[in-house]
């Protein structure tokens, strides 16, 4: 069988851990943002460039394709693999280096936009490919779709801000375009391909007709096909090459580096949303106003897309459509300047052109991220408002079209005409106006074989809409397998051919993504789509978009969210098949990879355009799955928290004084040893400063203002162990002493050693318990409190999220940032004692939106505050540091290097402060102790 054999020679040289086959493993690990199916027998981990090399020579002499993937969060089914997918894993494929002060930006494949524009924020710069998957799309996946977004223009895109590329063809040649002597290589070893490529050229060049076709089609946003453009633009072959790759979906060859032109953040902004009576009108404005300086985006809404957001609140009344259908269209309108008298000017102008075409309501233009943000929310709900309200049967199919601006009302109204005349009653048009971009999100019942005929006519009849108008198949969403059987009806035979002859030429043995972009089935783009069914309450709505996974702490080692929800649709299709034995062989790999291994720490719903908590749902299959032993143990701790705790802090500290005995080789062993037997491991408790916990405090300074202080049963029972054996202060006694001197009574809630949130219960879906718990905590803070009166300040942010979810809204809780922000600071005087301090948002301090608030405390007290890039949730999660460790290492992957010269680490967990400490070589603690070192009592008051 070819794919075994295949699978026989990649483990003679890749460790059995990089290949995933199995049916489940194998297509849970592929799925991508597409409705395509996944169909991969394997996906292969490559970690280097020997690795690559000898994947693509394995590849082609056993004729398997391969597939190589970014994020997963094209639309279009470029990253659906016939055969085999790869997954560029490790440090080799990361990192950025900002060249000639940010003019410029090399970036290795794996790294992330959003990652990017991190490291040339500082430069004042940005890249101006802007999808709104950035935060989690690699720049890889970002150049091999040519991807572009909001304020992208085409002068401006990745094909035309590369400046080199380093790649490697499915021969195994490595070239690095920014080499002299790479491309020198290159050119000798490879001189009959460079010489045909230029042939390639002058045939193109030989027929006025093609040239022009070429020229005319990429003046708008045109991601069908090849970059054909690359054969006129270049004389170079090996420009032409470079820039040929871009948008090739790696179909050519596999991108490994890119060094992109940069442009300017400018720093001033405004934006105003206005409505008006026909599409005709709102396009006027937009082409007179496209010229003017500074415009970033001009974004339409058609009638049918209001309708859909008049329900939101806050949507605002002046917009709000009323009676029967209209031909109203919306725009929202920003520009950006580099001063505010620039931007005022800019403002000015694009205001005289709006009023000029007569709005018949308008909002701003306003100024300032605050205010702008309040009116493109408005945009960004659309697509939660069209895909949000479909039935759980229904996919939601984003289409994606581009036509001169000037025939963008034609092509809104007609495919407005399809859309209604099939049955598409609640699906509008809207897009990038100033691009002539259009996109439609179409609801349909994919595994109903007479809805994919529906979508098949739908498809068809735009096809010939769009391309009458002079127009492109796919504006920035990629060709994919969505409209690879239309490439030769845009392009025509001639030029379809061109692109054929060139695949023949780079990959003579089609192993790279065959059957993406270039295919000769005429029914590709109805051919297997993905199954949607019912699987459960709250995360039915997901659309597979992936942009939960850049911070998800599994994603690595197991399953992502949307991984999770691909997997629970699949085994919900097996069972409604009546296939119990496969179902049951997918159930386990999930219960592995997928619930075991959640972290559940809620920040892909952060993330999700829809906000779907897959975290809760995995709490309620967790809580599914408890046996009645389980559920009485649970019921036992949660009324006994008090000797539990005292038996922990006992047992730490005997463990702690044993590890500091043995030496950290032994300990490490010893640790192994407990992890196989009670299924915890225990890391050296000396090296990560972990021991019991301390005695209750002692009360003192009476006050006529007072805070209740909750030291969280973590931090009663595990306390914090100095290097070589020596003492460190309790937290609790610093946090007492914090509050005294900042001229506070404390008052401690009676009984505090029985009190528990309900954290620890709720992360393993013991709901009752949790819920107990927080029914005997929100008791005794209404006492502690009279009822409200007093704060609440908990040291450790993950509960106190919990608590702001679960108990009595009279009470004023607060987390060691956000209390520091609200009642120390006009208390205290700061001085900053240190140089540079790392910092760790937890997932509540993220979710509570308090990360900055943190970094800010932070710089109180030091010159220069670090918060890791790419380092979100630690996966601890409560206990699985111990329970599975590879997750919190996992999560942690690079934190080392990214501390590097830090002074001191804080955080607000003590649970995450282990694992931080364990993979940073930091001794994390809370960020209570740096404002008690760094705060005096001000004298003054």
Request: net charge neutral; proline share 4%.
């Amino acid at each position: 069988m070819r794919s075994q054999v295949f699978l026989n020679k990649v483990r003679e040289f890749l460790p059995w851990s990089q290949t995933h086959t199995g049916e489940a493993l194998a297509r849970i690990f592929s799925v991508d943002a597409s409705p395509f199916e996944p169909r991969a027998f394997a996906v292969i981990d490559i970690t280097s460039l020997e690795e690559l090399k000898q994947l693509l020579a394995c590849a082609a002499s056993c004729g398997v394709s391969l597939t190589f993937r970014g994020s997963g969060t094209s639309l279009s089914g470029q990253s659906v693999a016939e055969d085999v997918a790869v997954r560029l894993r490790g440090s080799a494929w990361r990192g950025v280096s900002v060249l000639r002060n940010g003019l410029s930006v090399r970036a290795r494949c794996g790294s992330t936009g959003g990652e990017i524009n991190a490291a040339l924020a500082p430069y004042g710069r940005f890249l101006s490919s802007d999808p709104s998957s950035i935060a989690s799309a690699t720049i890889g996946g970002m150049t091999a779709n040519n991807a572009a977004g909001l304020g992208c223009t085409v002068a401006n895109n990745i094909y035309h801000s590369l400046e080199a590329v380093e790649f490697m063809l499915a021969d195994g040649c490595h070239v690095d375009t920014a080499d002299e002597a790479s491309v020198h290589a290159f050119r000798t070893s490879h001189a009959d391909l460079l010489r045909e490529l230029g042939q390639l050229r002058a045939g193109l060049l030989a027929s006025a007709e093609n040239a022009e076709t070429v020229r005319r089609k990429f003046l708008i946003r045109n991601t069908c096909g090849y970059a054909l453009n690359a054969f006129l633009d270049y004389e170079d072959p090996v420009d032409i090459l470079a820039h040929l790759l871009v948008g090739s979906e790696g179909t050519l060859g596999v991108i490994l580096s890119v060094t992109l032109r940069t442009v300017p953040m400018l720093p001033e902004r405004g934006t105003a949303m206005m409505l008006f009576s026909s599409m005709d009108a709102a396009m006027e404005a937009v082409l007179e106003m496209r010229a003017c300086q500074g415009v970033y985006a001009g974004e339409f809404l058609d009638d049918i897309s209001l309708r859909g957001l008049a329900e939101l609140p806050g949507f605002p009344q002046e917009f709000r459509p009323v009676g029967g259908t209209s031909d109203n269209c919306a725009l929202l309108v920003e520009t950006r300047a580099e001063d505010a008298s620039s931007l005022a000017r800019n403002m000015e102008t694009l205001q005289a052109i709006l009023e000029g075409h007569h709005p018949c309501a308008r909002l701003g233009f306003v100024t300032g991220n605050e205010e702008c943000e309040r009116l493109w929310n408005i945009r960004r709900a659309l697509f939660p408002a069209m895909a949000g309200t479909r039935m759980p049967s229904e996919y939601a199919y984003v289409e994606d079209y581009c036509v001169p601006l000037e025939r963008l009302p034609e092509a809104s109204h007609g495919l407005v005409r399809i859309l209604q005349n099939l049955g598409f009653q609640r699906c509008g048009v809207n897009g990038h106006a100033l691009h002539g971009n259009l996109h439609c999100t179409v609801p349909l019942r994919l595994s109903e074989p007479p809805e994919v005929e529906r979508l098949g006519r739908f498809i068809e009849r735009a096809a010939a809409l769009i391309l009458s108008l002079g127009g492109s198949l796919k504006a920035e969403h990629g060709t994919g397998r969505a409209v690879a059987s239309f490439v030769s009806r845009e392009w025509g035979e001639e030029l379809y051919g061109m692109m054929t002859s060139a695949k023949r030429l780079l990959d003579p043995a089609n192993v790279l993504n065959r059957g993406c972009l270039l295919n000769d089935s005429p029914r590709c783009h109805l051919e297997g789509l993905k199954f949607v069914g019912a699987v459960g309450q709250g995360i039915d709505l997901c659309v597979d978009c992936g942009f939960c996974e850049s911070v998800c702490p599994s994603a690595r080692i197991g399953f992502s969210p949307r991984q999770r929800i691909y997997a629970l649709r699949a085994i919900a299709a097996l069972e409604q098949a009546g296939e119990t034995a496969r179902a049951e062989e997918w159930k386990s790999v999930f219960r592995d990879l997928g619930l075991s291994l959640c972290a559940t720490d809620g920040l892909c719903s952060t993330r999700c355009p829809l906000g779907i908590d897959v975290a809760n749902f995995m709490r309620r299959l967790r809580h599914d799955a408890l046996t009645d032993r389980e559920k009485k143990l649970a019921t036992l701790t949660a009324r006994h928290v008090a000797p539990v705790s005292r038996t922990l802090s006992f047992a730490l500290n005997v463990a702690s004084g044993a590890h500091r005995a043995m030496g950290h080789a032994l300990a490490e062993k010893t640790g192994r040893l407990a992890g196989k037997i009670t299924g915890m491991t225990l890391p050296d408790l000396a090296e990560v400063g972990l021991k019991g916990g301390a005695p209750l405090p002692k009360t003192h300074s009476k006050s006529g203002e007072k805070v209740v202080y909750f030291p969280s049963c973590a931090v009663r029972s595990m306390g914090y162990g100095g290097e070589s054996g020596r003492q460190v202060e309790p937290l609790m006694d610093v946090a007492l002493r914090l509050l005294e001197k900042a001229g506070y009574e404390v008052v401690i809630p009676r009984d505090v050693e029985k009190l528990c949130c309900g954290k620890a219960f709720e992360t393993k879906g013991m709901k009752e318990q949790a819920d107990e718990c927080a029914a005997s905590l929100n008791d005794a803070f209404l006492i502690a409190s009279e009822n409200g009166r007093w704060p609440v300040m908990c040291d450790t942010s993950p509960c106190l999220a919990r608590m702001r979810k679960t108990l009595d809204s009279r009470l004023a809780l607060y987390e060691p940032v956000e209390f520091t922000l609200r009642f120390l600071v006009g208390r205290l005087r700061f001085q900053r004692k240190y140089g540079r301090v790392a910092v760790h948002a937890t997932c509540s301090t993220r979710a509570m939106g308090l990360t900055d608030s943190l970094v800010n405390v932070a710089g109180l007290c030091a010159r220069d505050v670090v918060l890791p890039e790419g380092i979100f949730c630690c996966g601890f999660s409560g206990d699985k540091g111990f329970s599975r460790p590879e997750l919190n290492a996992a999560a942690l992957a690079g934190l080392r290097e990214k501390v590097q010269g830090c002074e001191a680490a804080f955080s607000t967990s003590r649970t995450c402060e282990v694992g931080l400490t364990l993979h940073s070589g930091l001794a994390y603690r809370n960020i209570l102790y740096l404002i008690d070192e760094c705060g005096d009592a001000d004298s003054s008051r």
